[in-house]
């Protein structure tokens, strides 16, 4: 075999490996520095996060839209996490926390393992682009969808992310025209395995999620967006209730109209919004970001214009040019 076949052969063989370990891009919305929360509250107003007999496994921020003066209550509950004030922090002891240092002693059993922090500008900046991004994402026609799993026998339903309308950013978007989702069920949302995809479920209703959902080929909670869209200008929004018995619901969800009342779920995900009421999460419930990356920068709902390449596609596309190139200077040798 020539110096020339062995080249080309080696050259072959090196785009092949890149294709196969090559990360792909992905398009799509982008949570950014917001993804560094488990909860992000509204704060308008003069009301309460309230937090008891649960878990929470992250960073929680409270805003201080419309000038709010939020205050935040632990009890019987453990936070592994820092709180962060975008205004002035409430004291320990109206907290509900006690000790000199981390871990703290919670009132009722429990501990909070991190800070207090007064005057965090960036959960202002996070919430008014989660705000923009809601708004936005819910001005888009989705495919049409009826959330029911409890019709059918199997007490479940399977969605596909390929059967949303594909926008502008890369995102599959889905307008949800009812749900009926009720304990003991389950709704899968099934990725195209490449882990590069984006789903948005726009809701304009109350909603009570019950049951169990289940992401699989290759989506995260981060990929996944419960988008409630109902108000406007932090009042009149969509509820957002669970009460599941301790089933595990999976994703991001944003309701920044509507008042948030969480209890008796696990959610491993993220959640923000709540409007100018108090929001609960309390009765057991538990949210969880371990195994989630962090960001930076602003929410987004994507980088806009066409979707970004696949950095394997192009690699194949050389793989493609080189066989080519190879065949005709085999070809040449033969007649010669």
Known sequence: MSTRTHLWLAAVAVLAMGALEAPQARAGFQLGDAANYAVLYEGAGNHTLQFNNGTITGNIGLGDELNGTPSFTISNASLTGNVNFAGTANSNSSIGISGSSSPYSVSGGGTLTGTINSNVSQVETDLTALNSLSSTLGGETGT???????????KSQPISANAGVLDANGNRVFTVTSLNFQNGETLNINGDGTGTQTVVFNINQNVHFSGTIVLGGGLTSDQVLFNLIGGAALTAGDTLQTAANGATLTGTFLDPNGT???????LKGRLFGGDTSDFSIVSGASVDTTGLPTGSGPPSVGPGGDIVPVPSSLILLGIGGLCLAGYGWRRKLAAA
């Open 144 to 154: 049409s969808l009826a959330i029911d799993t409890h019709t059918p026998v199997s």
């Open 260 to 266: 948030i009342n969480i209890n008796s779920v696990v």
